[in-house]
């Protein structure tokens, strides 16, 4: 494990070749936390916060087990010279769960969402609906075509139970997952989407 000079290093002269690696979105997502960090100047739990993002983010590049940035992980430090050094991985240890939680449940909903009242179907049980601080509940887009619902989604969030722990599976569709060597919400419209319910029944079901 790298130190964290070593990791922003590392990612900076690794910059274009870990963004050529992401999707659109995620590589705007990668471009916003290192603008971010940049900005935070020495403001710690900000920068607490943005470390565990960037971590997460950089897990999920899909980078190769042999790749300098991918082996460098999970700490980190500046990411310009002005930036003070901070002991990033001190700053994660000592996250409590609650805090990783509530950075987990900021990612889920700067995802992609709609409104209740912008899609059709609102009101089908089987849609992931997740509630702001403010008390707004979004949906996210993914479970849309045109705005109606998609009827594999609801399949499979019934299946996952999505009801229940709608958290959970919101996480389950926008993270990495290994038996899909993929996220499941980019494989919709895919020529692998009917995988999607294999890799549901295989959580499921268990080995």
Known sequence: MASDPELISLLLDHLEDVRGRLSAPRRARLDGLIKDLQDAGGDTAA????????RIELQLAGLPEDHPVRRALPTGSRLNPAFPVVDWGD????LQPEDLRRVIHRKLLAAPAYRLDEVEGHDDPDLIRLERAD???QVPAFQFRERRPRALVLRINRLLEADEDPWGVAGWWLGPNAWLGSVPAELLDQPREPDLMLAARALVEGP
């Open 135 to 137: 008390g707004v509940v």
């Open 91 to 94: 700053v994660i240890a000592r």
């Open 47 to 54: 920068i607490g916060e943005l470390a565990v993002e960037l």
